[in-house]
């Protein structure tokens, strides 16, 4: 069973903005909260990677590819993490997914079907 839920993508102009929702909705406040949590995404041909990532009470971490364009937030009470992408770019286009992190900085759980972000004229 999905642990996580992405949604949000769509098709954008370049310099368009996208909010992305990543949800738990199996999952109770007290497992989600201290989960470090992270936004990773798949171009065509390319290895996934991870973009963004949060942990409560300290700042997020963002790729250099992303940093300054997009901003990784929480709501723990809702179960929820949320990826705002401002000044959006075709070499953004992917298959944007989220995943909780573990100990090693490896993905946690099972991989959702994730969002597709199309950036394009």
């Known amino acids: 069973q999905r642990q996580l839920v992405e949604s949000g993508g769509g098709l954008v102009q370049p310099g368009g903005s996208l909010r992305l929702t990543c949800t738990a909705p199996?999952?109770?406040?007290?497992?989600?909260?201290?989960?470090?949590m992270g936004w990773y995404r798949q171009a065509p041909g390319k290895e996934r990677e991870l973009v963004a990532s949060?942990?409560?009470?300290?700042?997020?971490n963002y790729s250099d590819s992303v940093k300054g364009r997009f901003t990784i937030s929480r709501n723990n009470s809702r179960k929820t993490v949320y990826l705002h992408m401002n000044d959006l770019k075709p070499e953004d286009t992917a298959v944007y997914y989220c995943?909780?992190?573990?100990?090693?900085?490896?993905?946690?759980?099972?991989w959702g079907q994730g969002t597709q972000v199309t950036v394009a004229t």
């Open positions: 995943n909780a992190l573990d100990s090693t900085n490896q993905p946690k759980y099972d």
């Open positions: 199996r999952m109770i406040f007290s497992v989600f909260s201290p989960l470090v």
């Open positions: 949060i942990t409560t009470g300290r700042p997020p």
